[in-house]
């Protein structure tokens, strides 16, 4: 069944903590990403990677860390200098990443993590 | 910056009645993407618009790319409770020199039965 997953669906940490958060898709897809929502907000792009062991910051990326060593997984360490750390997570990934192609493949989404940070 | 922008925010509306959800970009888009989250979920992809001018239709939903691909609109006629959720609309904008999937911020849309 393929897919991409995330895991825990609910996450709760303590101040202070890093906490990583769990993306794996069996797409076959290039290219994967990371979002932040807050309530009444759009999805705001945390990390992109376009390519195994290749990634590129976001429009939020302070306090947050990723790695791509495989093709399917891409984690997110949330870390303890994130002042508001508290949101839903949403992982991503695409066929290709759009790279220099003013063009966007599909995006297929995960499920979310829900970060509590108490 | 480039931005993608999206309006209104939020939309309530009676069941049976139309509603529409507006897509602005400060730049021409190559294509664009709408997608909807119901709540509690995650975003689920629904059409791409790539040429000047197209309208495509799904169902009761209407999509339209503007003659100079820098505004969408998504067009819901005689909404049902089950099209209740968050649209959002995306397009590809440069940023250090790539292309990178940009998101406005949604249009919740509320049905009352």
């Known amino acids: 069944d393929g897919g991409i997953t995330q895991s825990p669906k609910y996450l709760f940490r303590k101040e202070g903590q890093n906490v990583t958060l769990s993306c794996e898709q069996n797409?076959?897809?290039?290219?994967m990403y990371w979002y932040r929502q807050d309530p009444g907000q759009g999805l705001r792009l945390i990390y992109y990677?376009?390519?195994?062991?290749?990634?590129q910051k976001g429009d939020i990326a302070e306090g947050y860390s990723v790695s791509r060593e495989k093709k399917e997984s891409f984690p997110l360490t949330v870390t303890s200098a994130q002042k508001n750390p508290t949101a839903f997570y949403l992982c991503?990934?695409?066929?290709?990443?759009?790279?220099?192609?003013?063009?966007?493949?599909?995006?297929?989404f995960g499920p979310g993590t829900r970060l509590t940070v108490l | 910056g480039q931005q993608v922008m999206q309006i209104p925010q939020y939309q309530h509306v009676q069941e049976g009645e139309d509603f529409t959800t507006y897509c602005n970009s400060s730049?021409?888009?190559?294509?664009i993407q709408w997608y909807k989250q119901r709540p509690g979920g995650h975003p689920v992809f629904l059409i791409q618009?790539?040429?000047?001018?197209e309208v495509k239709k799904q169902k009761r939903l209407t999509f339209q790319f503007g003659e100079a691909k820098k505004n969408s609109s998504l067009h819901i006629t005689a909404t049902q409770t089950t099209d209740v959720g968050t649209y959002f609309c995306?397009?590809?904008?440069?940023?250090?020199?790539?292309?990178?999937?940009?998101f406005g911020r949604g249009t919740s849309l509320i049905v009352h039965p």
């Open positions: 991503a990934s695409s066929t290709r990443g759009s790279g220099r192609s003013p063009y966007t493949d599909t995006q297929y």
């Open positions: 797409l076959n897809h290039d290219a």
């Open positions: 990677s376009q390519i195994v062991n290749d990634f």
């Open positions: 730049t021409t888009l190559s294509n």
């Open positions: 618009l790539v040429k000047s001018g």
């Open positions: 995306a397009g590809p904008l440069a940023s250090g020199g790539s292309y990178i999937p940009t």
